[in-house]
């Protein structure tokens, strides 16, 4: 066997070892077993919002636990291979192959051990404000959403629109949506922050480069087991009409939504349900989940305070640039991942990269410390 592999598929067992306890794989087995046990019980789906929180939790914990299985037994099955190979020379190049997968699998499955963090599991609520600009912010931030709904499509998650406003002319000027399904906050809340855009301008008659700004805000969206410690007196609600295209939909009563936290300063608001009393339970939830992320954030900011060259993350940073113009590419200001195709960004193709890397960055960064 040559040494390469061999030294290859040890490796690959002491990356299990380590993966078994960073993912707490035995007791997320037990869990699993726990809630299937639960799901067989009678009168489980009564309650249907909580049965369905529960089929969540078991599919998430399936998304970790049924591949640490399978490459588990994988290389078990490698030991059996690699001595055939022994014998054989023949099947190195099905060793080699085998160790490829088992290596590709592991290179995941560490990725999602790096989504520790307490919301990460969650879904996200995912808020898009256009910002310097003009009317080329206006457009970018309505990219910008296009951009992430494709990305959740593509990744299986479910996409809800909460709340959007058009600007007059094009694009948007803010809008919210959700974005369920397992570890989506987790992967997407390293988004936030400042996104640039430099393009030749369709909006400008003289066309000119023009530099445009959309922000980010990420939240985690939260189930009703978590408490949030919100005062009902801190908030002031704002009942107004909502907007839309026009037509025969136009909302001709003020249902739309908008809370604010007042010693925060928080705002959020919903116009995208029917009714007033379902725009105002989803305001709710989204200040809830706002509020939770401006938690996470001192815990950020306080485990941060020792080290003066830790980057900026936060809302308000600029954390990544997207070229059109003089030539096409994204890159990352924090991490420095660079794609050298604008197109396959903005169409969500390839914007898993940018957050596998901030992943690796961030753990990277809390490991110095």
């Known amino acids: 066997m040559e040494a390469d592999l061999t030294h290859r598929s040890d490796a690959i067992r002491e990356r299990l070892v380590q993966l078994r306890d960073s993912l707490d794989y035995a007791a997320k087995t037990q869990k699993i077993k726990d809630i299937e046990m639960q799901m067989s019980e009678a009168g489980f789906w009564d309650n249907s919002e909580s049965a369905q929180q529960t089929v969540?939790?078991?599919?998430?914990l399936k998304g970790i636990v049924d591949p640490m299985s399978d490459v588990l037994a994988a290389a078990e099955d490698l030991d059996a291979l690699m001595e055939m190979a022994d014998e054989d020379p023949e099947m190195a190049a099905e060793v080699r192959a085998e160790i490829e997968r088992l290596e590709s699998v592991l290179d995941e499955l560490e990725l999602k051990a790096?989504?520790?963090?307490?919301?990460?599991?969650?879904?996200?609520?995912?808020?898009?404000?256009?910002r310097d600009g003009g009317t080329d912010a206006n457009d970018w931030a309505d990219m910008m959403l296009r951009m992430y709904s494709a990305w959740a499509v593509a990744h299986e998650y479910k996409i809800e629109l909460l709340d959007r406003q058009d600007n007059e002319e094009a694009g948007i000027n803010h809008a919210t949506i959700a974005i369920r399904g397992p570890m989506a906050y987790g992967y997407l809340k390293g988004e936030e922050g400042i996104h640039r855009l430099v393009r030749i301008s369709p909006f400008n008659s003289e066309g000119?480069?023009?530099?445009s700004f959309?922000?980010?805000?990420?939240?985690?969206?939260?189930?009703d087991s978590i408490e949030v410690d919100i005062q009902e007196k801190d908030v002031r609600e704002d009942r107004y009409r909502a907007g839309g295209a026009g037509g025969q939909h136009v909302n001709k009563t003020d249902s739309a939504i908008r809370l604010t936290?007042?010693?925060?300063?928080?705002?959020?608001?919903?116009q995208n349900e029917r009714s007033q009393h379902q725009n105002r339970a989803t305001a709710w939830k989204m200040l809830r989940a706002k509020m939770a992320r401006i938690e996470e954030v001192k815990r950020e900011a306080e485990q941060a305070s020792k080290y003066a060259n830790?980057?900026?993350t936060g809302f308000g940073s600029q954390i990544r640039n997207y070229f059109l113009h003089p030539d096409q590419r994204v890159k990352d200001a924090r991490t420095g991942h660079y794609v050298g195709n604008f197109?396959?960004?903005i169409a969500g193709n390839e914007l898993q990269g940018?957050?596998?890397?901030f992943l690796r960055w961030r753990a990277k960064e809390m490991a110095e410390k």
């Open 354 to 357: 940018f957050l596998d890397a």
């Open 343 to 345: 197109e396959a960004v």
């Open 310 to 312: 830790k980057a900026s």
């Open 114 to 130: 790096l989504l520790n963090g307490p919301n990460d599991s969650a879904s996200a609520l995912l808020t898009i404000n256009a």
């Open 261 to 270: 936290h007042i010693p925060t300063n928080t705002v959020v608001q919903c």
């Open 56 to 60: 969540a939790s078991l599919k998430q």
């Open 208 to 211: 000119k480069r023009q530099t």
């Open 214 to 223: 959309a922000a980010v805000d990420v939240s985690p969206e939260l189930d």
